[in-house]
C-alpha cells in the first residue's frame, strides 16, 4: 500500500487485503515466487446475465466469482448480493476467505461471488432468476470439489436452494454439497444459521478470559443486527453480557444496563426496525460506535473503522464480525490505543466452520444432531484463537498479522508440496 493514501486508496478492499498480505508475508520471509502467486487471485469470472423483469422488461445484471486459491481444497466463500458490488471487493473478499479457511484448518481455498444489483428493489421471482442464471453461468466453475458457495450479504439459504437446484439440474442429478447454508430439509446442516455469531460470541469470551476480564458483566456494542450481529447478540445475552447498544442502518439505541435481546428481536419482526424499542433510548449511530465498552463487534460491512474515526473507539476487544470492517491505516491506530483486535477472519470464521461440516455431511449422506455441530464449532474456535494469539506473542506482532502469517504459511506450504504443474 502506498505511504500517502487517498480516502478512496484507504477504503478500496482490495488494497487493504494486499497491504496485510504484504506486510505478513515479509514476516514471514515467504519466498518471492510463493508470493506472487498468492498476490493474484487464481481465476476471476465476470458474467454479465440478461434476466426477465416482472414487468416484461430486460435488465441485464453483472455478477463475479472469483476463485483465489485452490491450493488447499475446493474454492470456498459466499455469494453477496448488493448495488455497489465491485470486482475489487469480490477479489478481496476471496483472498480473505483463503486465509479464513486456512487459519481455521479446514481443507477448502478462497472464493467469493457478487451480483450487482438491488435486492430491495427485486421481487423474489426475480431474485430466483437472477440466481438461476448466475449459477447456470458459472456450472463449468462450480462443484462440490470444484467451489462450493455460501450465503454472504443478502443471500439466504432460499439463494442457495435455487443454486443447488439449478446446478443439479445441469447434472441431472441432486448434488446436495455444491453450497452450503441450504435448507435443514435439503442437506443442510443444524446450527449453520448461529454458526458465525456463535463463533463470534466464543472468540469474544475467550478473549475477555484472556485479558482477565468477566465475560458475565462485559458491556458490549453491536454493530448490524443481521444473521451475525443479531445471533452474536442473542448468543451473547443468554450468556449475560451486557448488550449497551445495538447500531442499524436506520438509527441505533442504547441502554446501559443492557438491552434484553429476545424482547428486541420481537419487536424489530413487529416493526420491522429496532428503532423506538422501548426498553432503550435512541443514540447517535456514529456515538453509539465510540461508547466505552468491553466488546465492539462491527456485523455490517466493510470500512466501517477508518483512520477518520479509529482514535475515538472507546472499546477494550474489537471482534470483526464483518469481512474487513477496518481499514490497514485504522489498524495502526487500534495498535497504539491497545485495542485487542480479533481480525475477521478468525473472528467470524464459525461461518465457514459449519459450511465445512455442512459440506461433510452432505458427502457422507449422514447429520449431526446440534450438539455436535456446536461442540465441535467451540473447540475449533477456541483453540485457533488460542493458537493465534500465541503466535502474535511469539513473534511480536498484533493478532491480525499473526493470523495472516498463520494462514499464509498453511496455503505457501501446501502449493510447495504440490509444485507447479507446467
Ligand atoms: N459468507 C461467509 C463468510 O464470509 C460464509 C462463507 C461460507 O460459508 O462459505 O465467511
Known amino acids: 500500500m502506498p505511504a500517502k493514501l487517498t480516502l478512496e486508496q484507504e477504503l478500496n478492499p482490495w488494497l487493504a487485503a494486499e497491504a496485510r498480505f504484504d506486510e505478513a508475508a515479509a514476516r514471514l520471509g515467504l519466498d518471492n515466487g510463493l508470493c506472487k502467486i498468492l498476490r493474484l487471485p487464481s481465476k476471476e469470472i465476470t458474467v454479465h446475465i440478461p434476466v426477465q423483469l416482472d414487468d416484461g422488461r430486460l435488465e441485464v445484471f453483472t455478477g463475479y466469482r472469483v476463485q483465489h486459491s485452490i491450493a488447499r ?25 483463503t486465509w479464513k479457511c486456512a487459519v481455521v484448518n479446514i481443507p477448502f481455498g478462497g472464493g467469493k461471488g457478487g451480483v450487482i444489483c438491488d435486492p430491495s428493489l427485486l421481487s423474489e421471482g426475480e431474485l430466483e432468476r437472477i440466481t438461476r442464471r448466475y449459477t447456470a453461468e458459472l456450472i463449468d466453475f462450480l462443484g462440490p470439489e470444484r467451489d462450493v458457495p455460501a450465503p454472504d450479504m443478502n443471500t439466504n439459504e432460499q439463494t442457495m436452494a435455487w443454486v443447488m437446484d439449478t446446478y443439479s439440474m445441469h447434472l441431472r442429478h441432486t448434488v446436495t454439497a455444491v453450497v452450503t447454508g441450504k435448507p435443514l430439509d435439503l442437506g443442510g446442516s443444524r446450527g449453520r444459521t448461529e454458526a458465525t455469531g456463535r463463533g463470534c460470541m466464543i472468540v469474544s469470551r475467550e478473549a475477555l478470559q484472556h485479558l482477565g476480564l468477566d465475560p458475565s458483566s462485559a458491556r458490549v456494542v453491536i454493530q448490524g443486527f443481521g444473521n451475525v450481529g443479531g445471533m452474536a447478540a442473542r448468543l451473547m445475552h443468554e450468556r449475560g453480557f451486557k448488550i449497551i447498544a445495538v447500531i442499524e442502518v436506520d438509527g441505533a439505541i442504547y441502554n446501559p444496563k443492557g438491552i434484553d435481546i429476545p424482547k428486541l428481536m420481537e419487536h424489530r419482526r413487529q ?3 429496532i428503532t423506538e424499542f422501548p426498553e432503550a433510548e435512541p443514540i447517535g449511530r456514529d456515538e453509539a460506535m465510540f461508547l466505552e465498552c468491553e466488546v465492539l463487534l462491527p456485523a455490517a460491512k466493510e470500512n466501517v473503522i477508518t483512520s477518520q474515526n479509529a482514535s475515538r473507539i472507546r472499546a477494550k476487544i474489537l471482534c470483526e464480525g464483518a469481512n474487513g470492517p477496518t481499514t490497514p491505516l485504522a489498524d495502526g491506530i487500534l495498535a497504539e490505543k491497545g485495542v485487542f483486535v480479533i481480525p475477521d477472519i478468525l473472528a467470524n470464521a464459525g461461518g465457514v466452520t459449519v459450511s465445512y461440516f455442512e459440506w461433510v455431511q452432505d458427502r457422507q ?9 456446536n461442540t465441535r464449532l467451540e473447540e475449533l474456535m477456541v483453540s485457533n484463537f488460542h493458537q493465534v494469539v500465541s503466535y502474535a506473542d511469539k513473534h511480536s506482532v498484533n493478532n491480525r498479522i499473526a493470523a495472516y502469517m498463520l494462514a499464509i504459511d498453511r496455503v505457501a506450504f501446501a502449493i510447495k508440496l504440490r509444485g507447479i504443474y507446467a
Open 271 to 273: 416493526t420491522g426496525s
Open 73 to 97: 481444497g475446493p474454492a470456498k466463500g459466499g455469494i453477496r448480493f448488493a448495488p455497489d458490488v465491485t470486482l475489487d471487493e469480490v477479489r478481496a473478499l476471496a483472498a480473505w476467505m
Open 365 to 373: 449422506g449422514f447429520f449431526w444432531n446440534e450438539e455436535l455441530v
